[in-house]
Each structure stands twice: as C-alpha cells, then as structure tokens.
C-alpha cells in the first residue's frame, strides 16, 4: 500500500457531548493506530481528513479531531527517519454526504413541515463533494509532510440553505445544540501565523511550527495578512441563495 487516506471518525457533535470515551477511542487512539501501521507497513504518503470544528474548539467533538491533527503532524518526527509522511487537510461541511442537512430538510419540506434552524445568524464552510475529493488528491501532490491544507472556499448562511432546498418554507429556530458554534472557523489567529497561501490562491497550509524531518516553505507560497485568521463569518466569499439552489440540483 503506497497511499492511505484516514477518512475514519466519529462525527456527531451532540453524541459526543454524551459519550465522550468512545470519540477518544475512535478519533485519537484510532488515529494513532493509524499512524504506527503506515510507518510499519512503509506506507509512502497518508491524508488526515479533518474538521472545521478542530479549529479553537469548544465541543468535544473537535478537541478529539484537533489532537488527531496534532498526532498526524507530528507522526513526521515519529517517521523522520522512514519513509512515510503524514498530512492534514481540512474542510467544512460537504454538501451531500452522509449527515448532510439537505436531505433532511428535503424530507421536511415534501411533507411540508417547517425546517428547524439551530440559530438563523449561523454561518458555516460548504464544500461540494467534488472539491472536497479534489483536494485530498492535490494534498498528496502537493504535501512534503506535516501540511495541514485548508481550501478556499465560500461561506452560506443557514437560512440561506434552508431557502435554497425549500423556497418560502417557513423557518422555526430551535437553539444551538451543545457544543456547537455560531461560526465555524478553518484557520486560528494562532494557526494564521503559520499559515501561507499556495495554488494561486486555491488553498491555504497551515506549515509545521516543528520540522525534524526538513520540511520547506513551498515554493510561490505567499504570507496572508498580519492577524489572518479563517472564519465562516468574516469570508471574503459567499454562496449566494441561487448559487446555492444550483449545487443542490445538481446530481452527484
């Protein structure tokens, strides 16, 4: 095996807060598990699928994905003197994957109930299906090991897809749930420190603060602002409610 993408996790925000033992087990020691098998098996690159939610996390949920980010970052020292490398990449949510709200919002409007909205001031990172694949291939082109890539994608407001999938459905708030955020954040003001643009401006790396095993700037990346940070809510691009009817008619 040459190539391995680690897309395994537990996911649910809410459950997590619940149960949070078996989000260790699965999210971290998994992840580790992961790791000393690539490095054991000479795996030659391995992806890390992660979170926005990882990013300053406040849920359980997140602080699971954010130590196995740590952990796949720094199984680069653990390999320095392998061959294997490790990288992240991280998005938002993807639009038709398991757990999207789309369908669930479908099926309530074809039964022509209203849609629940956690907070109508939401904001969340959508990423297609299509994008997400795309940068977990680029990432492995791309990656020197210890990369955390984050793509440049626009923001949606909730009620925003709420109206796309259902036009004039009415909207009912219901509250956030515990642990979740308002906004979703990719990149930290800590984590903008270290980050730098690269693709011509498709994606963002989060660059190892750490190196043991000779990672370099990539060539042609260029700094973001001073205090950058990657918020949901402070995105310089948007998904409008017709952009985001379209992608949802779509076929996958």
Partial sequence: MDFVIHAAALKQVDTAEYNPFEFVKTNILGS???????????VQKVV?????????????????KLTADKLFISGNHYAAAYPTRFAVVRYGNVMG????????????????RPLPITDVRCTRFFITLEKAVEMVVDAFEL??????????????????LAHAVAPG????????????????????????RRAVSVGDGKYF??????????????????PVPGGFSYRSDTNDRWYSQEELSAI?????
């Avoid at 949802?248 to 996958?252: A, C, D, G, K, R």
């Fill in 248 to 252: 949802i008619e779509t076929p996958l």
């Fill in 205 to 222: 790396v989060i660059q190892p603060d750490l190196a043991s095993w000779g990672y370099v700037t990539p060539k042609g990346a260029q």
């Fill in 97 to 112: 994957s398991r757990g999207s709200v789309i369908p669930f919002f479908k099926k309530l409007a074809g039964e022509g």
């Fill in 32 to 42: 580790q598990n992961v790791i000393e098998a690539a490095i054991d098996a000479g």
């Fill in 169 to 192: 459905a009415e909207l009912v708030d219901v509250g956030l749930r515990p642990g979740e955020k308002l906004h979703e954040e990719m990149i930290s003001p800590e984590e903008g």
């Fill in 143 to 160: 990656m020197q090991g210890g990369e955390l890539l984050v793509p440049r994608i626009p923001s949606m407001k909730v009620t925003d």
């Fill in 48 to 64: 890390a699928l992660s979170t926005d939610k990882a990013s300053s996390p406040i849920n359980l949920y997140g602080a699971t």
